[in-house]
């Protein structure tokens, strides 16, 4: 290992067992250890999707179709058709003009997505889909952000590769889908080549994922309710949520297939759905593993979160003001085992 990777690996492990993420230091420890050709000898034969495309100039022509679908905007399942070409702001509070709240390594994502170097993450500002208990609500409902061009997006890509990051994880993506694409061309000329994250709420329109098909390499869709008087409640009215992620989840394995990490312990392709257990059993817990076991692989990625807290207006919602409860999350771990579902992973060794 090159004596700057040792230092960034080390410092990582220290950082994750100083949050108190022992089993987290512990896997990145081991798993570096028991690499017969060290970190570095990981998966080299990796061409990311999206290079072909740019190569061909299909990623500028995909990114220009997805621009005119922001006429009278349809980019998102609420199609309330805001002229955002024309200055318009939409329902998620979206304009044409590319916002961005920040960009840096993350080390509090899935394992496979942080590795040694962080998941390089952006977080795009504003959200269509706008949940009651959302923990970023600042930049997904506060407009927190800052005006940014295509180009300044695909400085900050490259910079995120160029820290060492082995990914780029973009967060509640699909509003500046146009824009991001032709970052990405932008970027994959100038020499960007680690895999593009779609980390996304799962509500999404098959139309804008086809045009996706090809240049996404790991999609990581919410799976967050199995009901739509649910989701209809805490997620401004988003009845369609279950049926329209479900359709939307089969496309992405359709696309990417299952997540299985490479021989260096990261990810490079795959879908990995997360679904965060809510309070009394709000998110429909059974009914959505239920529904991944009859409709995907068992083997199919599942990251059962159990850290929800009532953030931003929560509160308000007596049912969904409390903690997650131990036997609440352990009964989720049961379902999904039950359901024969074998890739999951489970956050057991924290919040509770
Ligand atoms: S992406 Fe925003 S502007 Fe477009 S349809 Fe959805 S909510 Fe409306």
Redesign the pocket.
């Known amino acids: 290992m090159e004596k700057q990777s040792k230092r960034r690996f080390i410092k990582t492990c220290l950082y994750l067992a100083g949050s108190g993420m022992f089993s987290a230091a512990a896997w990145l420890w081991a798993g570096c250890r028991s690499r017969a050709g060290g970190p570095d000898g990981g998966d080299k034969d990796f061409e990311p999707a999206y290079l072909g495309l740019h190569r061909s100039g299909e990623l500028k022509k995909r990114a220009q179709a997805l621009r005119g679908?922001?006429e009278s905007?349809?980019?998102?399942?609420?199609?309330?058709?805001?002229a955002?070409l024309d200055g318009e702001?939409?329902?998620?509070?979206?304009s044409a003009q590319l916002e961005i709240s920040a960009s840096h390594p993350h080390f509090g994502e899935e394992r496979s997505l942080v590795g040694t170097g962080g998941s390089g993450t952006v977080f795009l500002t504003?959200c269509?889909l706008r949940c009651v208990f959302c923990i970023n609500w600042e930049i997904s409902q506060g407009g927190r952000g800052t005006p940014r061009s295509a180009e300044e997006l695909a400085g900050m890509m490259l910079e995120l590769q160029g820290t060492g990051c082995h990914n780029i994880n973009l967060v509640t993506p699909?509003?500046y889908s146009p824009q991001i694409l032709l970052a990405v061309d932008l970027a994959a000329a100038k020499g960007l080549r680690v895999p593009l994250v779609y980390n996304t709420c799962g509500w999404e329109r098959l139309e804008v994922l086809e045009k996706l098909d090809g240049i996404v390499d790991i999609y990581l869709p919410d799976f967050k309710y199995a009901d739509s008087e649910m989701a209809a409640k805490y997620s401004s009215g988003a009845d369609t949520y279950p049926e329209v992620t479900q359709r939307a989840l089969l496309e992405m394995h359709r696309q990417v297939g299952v997540a299985r990490p490479a021989r260096d312990g990261l990810m490079y392709r795959g879908l990995m759905i997360r679904h965060l257990v809510m309070p009394e059993g709000v998110s429909g817990t059974g009914k959505v593993i239920d529904w991944i076991a009859a409709n995907l692989p068992r083997d199919t990625y599942i990251n059962l979160m159990s850290q929800y807290r009532p953030a931003y207006k929560a509160s308000k919602y007596p049912e969904i003001s409390r903690r997650l409860t131990r036997s609440e999350y352990s009964e989720a771990v049961s379902l999904a085992r039950q359901a024969g579902l074998t890739n999951l992973d489970i956050q057991g060794y924290r919040f509770f």
């Open positions: 679908l922001m905007c349809e980019l998102c399942p609420r199609l309330c058709g805001a955002r702001r939409g329902f998620c509070g979206a504003n269509s699909t509003h």
